[in-house]
């Protein structure tokens, strides 16, 4: 059963701190790593896509993947109240044909206080 | 333009009925994607469709989950005398092609309860 470990929280942070977000999988095989953004009652957004080791950043959102060690992690700095939300992290199948087939976490629950 | 749209956003069922929930994906995605999502968790892979073929169902829990695609556009996902089991949030994903940058995105969901 291949798996995707995130720590459920809440994780909590001041506003404008830095919050970190971590992920572990299982698949050695993965090549695509995702993560999403999930407000209560909504369906899950995109934010962002990494696929080679190290950074990737998009605006306050920083991707980190580590392949040899099997994590990912997701930063957001200047942390705003809006950004307060369960953060899933997601993980391509190798196995699935290509199909494209995601396995999620969890989710982590990130709450930014004023 | 527009994102993933599903319908019913909400349907209750007594047990035993037969439910059907459908997906109208982003226009020219060619791949499409059916998650069911329980509370407090993350979303699990029910099935795939590249196109109109049905290349991957082995995330449906039970046969009586059913799930179509026929012209390779709209994807209907049926349930046949849904359990109380069946309760969650369905949610319906799709992304332009095939390949390992694949990004899927999520239509607003069915919410089903069961009663």
């Known amino acids: 059963q291949k798996e995707v470990e995130q720590n459920s929280g809440p994780l909590s942070v001041p506003e404008g701190a830095i919050a970190s977000l971590n992920c572990t999988y299982s698949d050695r095989g993965s090549q695509s790593f995702f993560w999403y953004r999930q407000y209560s009652g909504k369906s899950p957004e995109l934010i962002m896509s990494i696929y080679s080791n190290g950074d990737k950043e998009d605006g306050r959102f920083t991707a980190q993947l580590n392949k040899a060690s099997q994590y990912v992690s997701l930063l957001i700095r200047d942390s705003q109240p809006s950004d307060s939300a369960t953060y899933l992290c997601a993980v391509k199948d190798s196995g699935s044909s290509n199909t494209g087939k995601l396995i999620f976490g969890q989710g982590t629950t990130l709450q930014v206080k004023p | 333009g527009a994102g993933v749209s599903q319908s019913p956003r909400y349907k209750v069922a007594k047990r035993g009925q037969d439910v059907a929930l459908r997906c109208d994906p982003i226009s020219g995605h060619v791949s499409l994607f059916w998650y069911q999502q329980a509370l407090g968790q993350g979303p699990e892979f029910l099935t795939y469709?590249?196109?109109?073929?049905?290349?991957?169902k082995s995330g449906l829990p039970s046969d009586r989950f059913f799930a179509e695609r026929p012209e390779g556009s709209v994807s209907t996902l049926k349930i046949q005398r849904t359990q109380q089991e069946d309760s969650a949030v369905y949610l319906c994903?799709?992304?332009?092609?095939?390949?390992?940058?694949?990004?899927?995105?999520f239509g607003p969901g069915t919410r089903l309860t069961v009663l």
């Open positions: 469709f590249q196109n109109e073929a049905q290349l991957d």
């Open positions: 994903a799709s992304s332009l092609e095939v390949n390992t940058y694949n990004e899927q995105f």
